[in-house]
């Protein structure tokens, strides 16, 4: 059976047991037990390489010991099992060699299990499905591994169709141009400050991989050099899952956090990167006291430009950026234009990528922006780029989704940050504005493409200039049309 269809299987049988219930729990409940699955697999591997391996998990809990058997137990016992002994224990798991919670693969898997939940209620039917996981899934089959990848791709799709406000699964051509243009060399440090389930990470992995990783000793300083925080547990577990499946041996680096929680000072030298790619979310609003983290003039509860304010901290100089953001934080107002006057006296925001609507269809319709940028000196030009539609498409949707190739046109374009790109030309796409003019425009970078006609405006003062022209002419109608109808009935009479 392919792993695709083992899954929908799973799936399928989950739907019958009365404690799971939605997308979003059948996905909770599936991953924690392909992570084990996974683990096991890996802990094989790491046996027949190191003669002194030894597993941080107590024997009882290593899924070949109590899921691997098809005919083990199940039922009440197994049900019992799994919420009075295995999940009690990985919540608490320290290493039985060093006596403590320290060890890289046990603070993985504790943090893994932290926020875990066991939905299903019936013994047999998760015998079921551990049988079905055991029966589909050998990830030390290269082959297996990379078809499962491809699932794994799929499932974190659907799991953003059950998902809320501001998350959303960025599509993977725009990871790869974003990691692409950022191009983080082997020995830069790369971060995710709100990595989800860990797409940009896993692109800069396979980038590093296929353009700088040569020998064991470059892989080992990729595996330190990727790191990201999420704080929801379950996009948490799936991104752990995620480092293991793209080979990072033990992914202690992605943390079960709030990047926002901790005062901006609090983050000093020792926490700079080199590279930071990031969608973070946007729409949703910080609970309380969070913008409390953040000097008075960025103090706002909007998640997307808090996140932007501590890219700009967390950066080294020189550090390079490659970051989405919603159209409403090029055009708004406010604390937004405090973040931009930010941006673009302390970062060289050189491009902005303007992408099309529907390329995150299904999960939202608003417009987003690349903006990349790199510390340490100030902007002097933006140039912008609008990314058309493949001819003869007029949306993106889901049976029609973005394809990488299509950034082909503006990586051909980019040129080298090295001499300022010079080669820069402006085209029907492409054009530049200098710094001066934006800030004479407060700061606004909602540019409209000049080789466009009429586009439609977000400009808040336009739009509302637009609303009182309607309103004065639809008074004007109504005026018209009291009088005709005044004049027939006088008519009438």
């Known amino acids: 059976m392919s792993i695709s269809s083992a899954i929908k299987s799973i799936q399928d049988i989950m739907r019958k047991d009365v404690g799971v219930d939605g997308d979003a729990q059948r996905i909770g409940q599936l991953v924690w037990m ?15 390489l190191n003669n002194d391996y030894q597993s941080p998990l107590p024997e009882a809990y290593r899924w070949r010991n109590w899921a691997a058997n098809p005919e083990g137990m199940t039922g009440d016992e197994l049900k019992s099992f799994i919420d009075n002994e295995l999940f009690p224990g990985l919540q608490n798991l320290t290493d039985p060699v060093k006596g403590h919670s320290q060890s890289p693969v046990a603070y993985v898997v504790r943090s893994v299990f932290e926020d875990a939940y066991n ?27 990379h078809a499962f990848g491809d699932m794994y791709e799929q499932l974190l799709r659907d799991l953003q169709n059950a998902g809320n406000a501001g998350e959303f699964y960025t599509p993977r051509p725009v990871t790869e141009f974003m990691v692409r243009m950022v191009d983080p060399q082997l020995h830069e440090k790369v971060m995710d400050p709100a990595c989800g389930t860990g797409g940009f990470l896993t692109c800069t992995i396979e980038h590093k991989r296929s353009r700088y990783v040569k020998t064991p000793e470059d892989e080992q300083i ?34 079960h956090d709030n990047t926002l929680a901790r005062p901006l000072i609090s983050w000093g030298p020792k926490d700079r990167v080199d590279c930071i790619v990031a969608n973070p979310p946007f729409g949703g609003m910080e ?23 501590l890219i700009m901290h967390l950066l080294k100089d020189g550090g390079r950026a490659a970051v989405v953001l919603p159209d409403g934080f090029l055009f708004g107002e406010g604390i937004k234009s405090r ?26 319709g608003i417009k987003t922006n690349l903006l990349f940028f790199t510390k340490g000196r100030p902007t002097t030009d933006v140039w912008f780029y609008e990314h058309p539609y493949p001819a003869g498409m007029k ?29 820069r030309v402006g085209n029907e796409q492409a054009w530049k504005v200098s710094v001066d003019a934006i800030r004479e425009r407060g700061w606004n970078l909602d ?33 018209q049309l009291k009088a005709a109808l005044a004049g027939a009935l006088e008519g009438g009479e």
């Not at 019936?122 to 089959?141: E, P, T």
């Not at 029609?400 to 503006?410: D, I, K, T």
């Open 34 to 48: 392909l992570f084990l699955k996974i683990f096991d697999d890996r802990e094989q591997e790491w046996e027949l």
């Open 119 to 145: 939905y299903m209620k019936s013994g047999q039917l998760l015998r079921q499905v551990i049988n079905k996981i055991q029966a589909a899934v050998d990830f030390n089959k290269a082959q297996e591994r």
């Open 222 to 255: 990729l595996q330190a050099s990727i790191h990201g925080v999420e704080k929801k547990p379950l996009p948490h577990l799936l991104a752990t899952t995620n480092m293991i499946l793209h080979g990072i041996e033990v992914p202690s680096q992605i943390r």
């Open 287 to 309: 609970e309380d006291g969070i913008e409390t983290n953040f000097p008075a003039a960025f103090r706002t509860r909007e998640t997307a430009d808090l996140f932007l304010v």
């Open 339 to 364: 973040i931009k006057e930010k941006l673009l006296t302390e970062c060289n925001l050189h491009t902005v990528v303007r992408l099309p609507n529907g390329v995150f269809n299904p999960y939202t």
């Open 395 to 423: 949306n993106y949707s889901k049976t029609r989704p973005m394809r990488v190739e299509e950034f082909a046109a503006e990586q051909a374009w980019w040129g080298s940050e090295a001499d300022g790109f010079a080669a």
């Open 447 to 479: 540019v409209k493409n000049p080789h466009q006609g009429e586009q439609v405006s977000h400009d808040p003062e336009g739009l509302l200039a637009e609303y009182r022209q309607m309103q004065a002419e639809i008074a004007q109608l109504q005026g």
